[in-house]
């Protein structure tokens, strides 16, 4: 099946620590994108990429990295930095940065 | 002023009822426009795309009006499976990079 997956489903971190979160397509798209989406508000654009080994800041990229080693994957780094971590993270990707984005089901973070 | 704008509801609506709403955009360059579902606590999901004045399909119609900068919803025959959060996004031409820009969402609740 084509689609879009993240892991965790859900992720739980202390406080000073670094989480990952995964985000993996196999739709052959060559745009990916992490949102942030915090309870009764819409998505902000975290971090976005358009090509392999190549990605941009969005919206909010502060106290976050990515990195896109390969087409399928573009993982997010939540990093110590990020001061307010409790959130719904969405992934999403489209073959480019004017077409449809696609959604994987998302992790929800929870700083303890 | 938000660059896409929603009321974020919630709109009553009987079973059955018709319903419209809609969501103004800033930027008159804007080419493209999407609406996307989401249920809670899930991923959005495309609804449909909206690149020339409308498009209808089956009970769902939106509609374009670029000279108002607003793109409108109906939904007709209201489910109780229609009840979700409806997210109206603009792709945004823009001198710092194009990019799709997520309205707040509008909040629905089908009732019998």
């Keep these: ?53 190549d990605f941009q800041k969005g919206d909010i990229a502060e106290g976050y990295s990515v990195s896109r080693e390969k087409k399928e994957s573009f993982p997010l780094t939540v ?16 073959i480019n940065r004017a ?14 | 002023r938000k ?14 009822a018709t319903v419209a709403f809609n969501c103004t955009y800033s930027n008159s360059a804007s080419q493209s426009f999407f609406w996307y579902r989401q249920d809670c606590r899930k991923e959005p999901k495309l609804l449909m795309s909206v690149y020339s004045s409308g498009n209808e399909d089956g009970r769902f119609t939106a509609q374009l009006n670029r000279a108002s900068q607003y793109i409108s919803l109906l939904i007709r025959d209201s489910k109780l499976s229609d ?4 997210l109206c996004v603009a792709y945004m031409i823009k ?10 969402g509008t909040r629905v609740l089908v009732k019998p």
């Design chain 1, 79 to 94: 990093t110590s930095a990020q001061k307010n971590p409790t959130a719904f993270y969405l992934c999403a990707s489209s």
């Design chain 1, 1 to 53: 099946d084509g689609g879009i997956t993240q892991s965790p489903k859900y992720l739980f971190r202390k406080e000073g620590q670094n989480v990952t979160l995964s985000c993996e397509q196999n739709l052959n798209h060559d745009a990916m994108y992490w949102y942030r989406q915090d309870p009764g508000q819409g998505l902000r654009l975290i971090y976005y990429s358009q090509i392999v080994n």
């Design chain 2, 95 to 104: 001198a710092a990079g194009n990019k799709l820009t997520f309205g707040g």
């Design chain 2, 83 to 86: 009840s979700a959060t409806y």
């Design chain 2, 3 to 16: 660059e896409v704008e929603q009321d974020p509801g919630p709109f009553n609506v009987p079973e059955g």
């Design chain 1, 99 to 112: 077409d449809t984005q696609y959604f994987g089901p998302g992790t929800r973070l929870t700083v303890l």
